[in-house]
T-cell receptor, first 109, second 115 residues
Framework: DAKTTQPPSMDCAEGRAANLPCNHS???????VYWYRQIHSQGPQYIIH???NNETNEMASLIITEDRKSSTLILPHATLRDTAVYYC??????????FGAGTRLTVKP | DTEVTQTPKHLVMGMTNKKSLKCEQH?????MYWYKQKAKKPPELMFV???????INESVPSRFSPECPNSSLLNLHLHALQPEDSALYLC??????????????FGAGTRLSVL
């Protein structure tokens, strides 16, 4: 079973920041938080991952709460091409990637 | 190059056919994966190969038979499939089996229809 909870859908206006929440209240100390997205009819695409510190790359920022029970993926300036299903996944040393239902983000003009 | 190539892109087969899906990567990755994705559902893990050895089989029916002939290639042999096996089959690879540091790169998938 997936270890994360995400809202099923969100909307965002083009050019605005998209903030996608994820709850992972049962996360263990050695488990990482990964984010992937899947644009319609394509394979999932890696976005970012982190353990306990906030992370930023060219695609997004990942904010992890101090207690590590939740995180937020931030797309700073959403475009129409960011419309996709976003998956938050918790992965540890001894378990494989299990996708939850994800959040369907729709970026609107 | 972060490309995982899957062929064919589309496949239609009858329930008595034998077919194979192919996946190839040239990133030097030593772990490769098969996922199955039904419409409007998340991907489900089927098989994991680590250093060309099968390490995970998620109770997949024997009509699906994976093969990893070398570190760059992964096949999925299909035989006597059922219509409910129609789905998008995704292949992925990652640098190693260290799961927590495990960025997976996915192919575009093979869309399979079983008639």
């Amino acid at each position: 079973d997936a270890k994360t909870t995400q809202p099923p859908s969100m909307d965002c206006a083009e050019g605005r920041a998209a903030n996608l929440p994820c709850n992972h209240s049962t996360i263990s100390g050695n488990e990482y938080v990964y984010w992937y997205r899947q644009i319609h009819s394509q394979g999932p695409q890696y976005i970012i991952h982190g353990l306990k510190n906030n992370e930023t790359n060219e695609m997004a920022s990942l904010i992890i709460t101090e207690d590590r029970k939740s995180s937020t993926l931030i797309l700073p300036h959403a475009t129409l091409r960011d419309t996709a299903v976003y998956y938050c996944i918790v992965i540890g040393w001894d378990n494989d990637m299990r996708f939850g239902a994800g959040t369907r983000l729709t970026v609107k003009p | 190059d972060t490309e995982v190539t899957q062929t064919p892109k589309h496949l239609v087969m009858g329930m008595t056919n034998k077919k194979s899906l192919k996946c190839e990567q040239h990133m030097g990755h030593r772990a490769m994966y098969w996922y199955k994705q039904k419409a409007k559902k998340p991907p489900e893990l089927m098989f994991v190969y680590s250093y060309e050895k099968l390490s995970i089989n998620e109770s997949v029916p024997s009509r699906f038979s994976p093969e990893c002939p070398n570190s760059s290639l992964l096949n999925l042999h299909l035989h006597a499939l059922q219509p409910e096996d129609s789905a998008l089959y995704l292949c992925a690879s990652s640098q190693s089996g260290e799961r927590a540091k495990n960025i997976q790169y996915f192919g575009a998938g093979t869309r399979l229809s079983v008639l």
